[in-house]
């Protein structure tokens, strides 16, 4: 069963940039697309970028434009690169799957507050 670590969150002003990594265990990370999902305080998780095997990406609307998504398969690690960061971005970050088929747990997630 494979393990996620999430890591790189903290306290940031708006406008602040955080680099989020997520290192996993196993051996089928390089062999699935990957993401990166947020549960904002009072909100469900929802998925908020995706990456495949082959590196092609997707961003729900709210974070398009300001976050990157990025992995080495190498390192068996995920990252998330967010830029001009908002309030609303404030949240616990979590890396897994994107297939909900394969989500058989969750890492602790890492906190990421933007203060106004």
């Known amino acids: 069963q494979v393990q996620l670590v999430e890591s790189g969150g903290g306290l940031v002003q708006a406008g602040g940039s955080l680099r989020l990594s997520c290192a996993a265990s196993?051996?089928?990370?390089?062999?699935?697309?990957m993401g990166w999902y947020r549960q904002a305080p009072g909100k469900q998780r929802e998925r908020i970028a995706i990456?495949?095997?082959?590196?092609?990406?997707s961003y729900t609307d709210s974070v398009k434009g300001r976050f990157t998504i990025s992995r080495d398969n190498a390192k068996k690690t995920l990252y998330l690169l967010m830029n001009s960061l908002k309030p609303e971005d404030t949240g616990v970050y979590y890396c897994?799957?994107?297939?909900?088929?394969?989500?058989?747990?969750w890492g602790q997630g890492t906190q990421v507050t933007v203060s106004s």
């Open positions: 990456i495949t095997t082959g590196g092609s990406t």
């Open positions: 196993g051996n089928i990370f390089s062999f699935n697309a």
């Open positions: 897994n799957y994107f297939s909900s088929n394969l989500i058989t747990s």
